[in-house]
């Protein structure tokens, strides 16, 4: 490895190390292996290698695939539940937020990206999970980008609001 690289390789996992340990980098918060590579404006190369020192060092846990990435040590939140796809488990739990009333409804759900990163899904895989929601009624298109909660059976045909007619 070129010195200029390695270089470049122990500053990143300093810096991500640093973090980790003054709290800026809190526990159990994935993030993507590209998230560092365009923060330091730096190679996946370069990524990769600090990231497998910081991992020899057991400073932080990887795991490769959708829900994957890289989390302080001890911190990575579980696997998806075994016999189930990203896309029902995350159905699943939106279920269960918009019936405890986490998600009250008539109110607006959390943006797909927002929901994107809290799951550690691309928004394709958060869109397809909540497109059945839709159609059994307990989201709402408000536009193209936000949705709305409904309990079933209480609100119905809505449409979404596209603007205001002049009188």
Not at 6 to 31: H, P
Not at 61 to 71: D, F, M, N, Q, W
Not at 88 to 107: D, F, H
């Amino acid at each position: 490895m070129r010195d200029d690289v390695r270089k470049a390789v122990r500053k990143v996992a300093e810096v991500l190390r640093k973090e980790i340990s003054d709290g800026t980098w809190k526990a159990g918060t994935v993030r993507a292996s590209g998230d560092p590579t365009r923060r330091f404006c730096t190679t996946r190369y370069v990524i990769h290698k600090a990231v497998a020192l910081l991992r020899d060092e057991g400073v932080v846990e990887t795991r490769a695939g959708g829900g994957g990435g890289i989390a302080p040590r001890g911190t990575m939140p579980c696997a998806w539940p075994v016999g189930t796809t990203r896309s029902k488990a995350i159905r699943r739990t939106v279920r269960e937020r918009i019936n405890a009333g986490t998600y009250p409804a008539g109110e607006l759900l959390p943006t797909l990206t927002s929901l994107s990163q809290e799951f550690a899904v691309a928004k394709s895989t958060m869109s397809a999970a909540l497109r059945p929601l839709k159609a059994e009624g307990l989201l709402i298109p408000a536009d193209r980008r936000t949705m709305i909660t409904a309990r079933k059976g209480l609100v119905t045909n809505i449409e979404p609001v596209r603007g205001f007619d002049r009188a």
